[in-house]
Nanobody
Framework: QVQLVESGGGLVQAGGSLRLSCRAS????????MGWFRQAPGKEREFVAAIRWSGGSTLGDSVKGRFTISRDNAKNTVYLQMNSLKPEDSGIYYCATAMAFPLLGPENYDYWGQGTQVTVSS
């Protein structure tokens, strides 16, 4: 059974930074791509970032230049560094393990964490 546990969310002012972490267990972490998605109230789940087993990454258009995704395979953890946060970045952030490509679609992920809330005040 794969388990994903996110942490690092919270309340921050616009322009601030947060780093989210997602620790995985129950799977050979280093062999899989990992992704971050977010969901705001009343909106669909949105792709934020993904990182392949090789370390190559893809970012959503709305976060390019502000967010960075990284992974530490020794710690079974993927990170999302979020800088220059905006109120529209608010939502619940989920990490997930990919089972197929392309990495932008939530339908290509099989296991999801419980999410961590990010709130950016203006």
């Amino acid at each position: 059974q794969v388990q994903l546990v996110e942490s690092g969310g919270g309340l921050v002012q616009a322009g601030g930074s947060l780093r989210l972490s997602c620790r995985a267990s129950g799977r050979t972490f280093s062999s899989y791509a990992m992704g971050w998605f977010r969901q705001a109230p009343g909106k669909e789940r949105e792709f934020v970032a993904a990182i392949r087993w090789s370390g190559g990454s893809t970012l959503g258009d709305s976060v390019k230049g502000r967010f960075t995704i990284s992974r530490d395979n020794a710690k079974n953890t993927v990170y999302l560094q979020m800088n220059s946060l905006k109120p529209e970045d608010s939502g619940i952030y989920y990490c997930a393990t990919a089972m197929a490509f392309p990495l932008l679609g939530p339908e290509n992920y099989d296991y999801w964490g419980q999410g961590t809330q990010v709130t950016v005040s203006s």
